[in-house]
Nanobody
C-alpha cells in the first residue's frame, strides 16, 4: 500500500506564511508529477500548483508570485511555501501524486485558514 501524508496547515493572519509538506510512503517505485489542490467551502477543488519530476512548475494565476512549489525526489516529498496569504486562500489543501504502478493518489487534506 501507499499513502500521502500532508502536514503544515493551520491558522495564520493575512499577510503571513505557511509551508505545507506531503510525503509519499509505502512500496513506491517512482513518483512522477506532484501537486497541490485546494477546496474552499461550496467551491470545486482547484489546482494550486504542480511540479514534474524534473522540476518544471505551473501555478494558478491567483497564487503566482506568492506560492512556491518544490520537491525532494530522494524523500518522495513535495512542499508548498505560501507567502502573503489572503483570506481567500482559506481552504482544505490536498496533495496529489502520480505514482508509478499505483496511479494517481490523494492525501487526506490539511486545513489552511487565513483570518485575523
Amino acid at each position: 500500500q501507499v499513502q500521502l501524508v500532508e502536514s503544515g496547515g493551520g491558522l495564520v493572519q493575512p499577510g503571513g506564511s505557511l509551508r505545507l509538506s506531503c510525503a509519499a510512503s509505502g512500496n513506491i517505485f517512482r513518483v512522477n508529477a506532484m501537486g497541490w489542490y485546494r477546496q474552499a467551502p461550496g467551491k470545486q477543488r482547484e489546482l494550486v500548483a504542480a511540479i514534474t519530476r524534473g522540476g518544471s512548475t505551473n501555478y494558478a494565476d491567483s497564487v503566482k508570485g506568492r506560492f512556491t512549489i518544490s520537491r525532494d525526489n530522494a524523500k518522495n516529498t513535495v512542499y508548498l511555501q505560501m507567502n502573503s496569504l489572503k483570506p481567500e486562500d482559506t481552504a482544505v489543501y490536498y496533495c496529489n501524486a502520480d505514482l508509478l504502478n499505483w496511479g494517481n493518489r490523494w492525501g487526506q487534506g490539511t486545513q489552511v485558514t487565513v483570518s485575523s
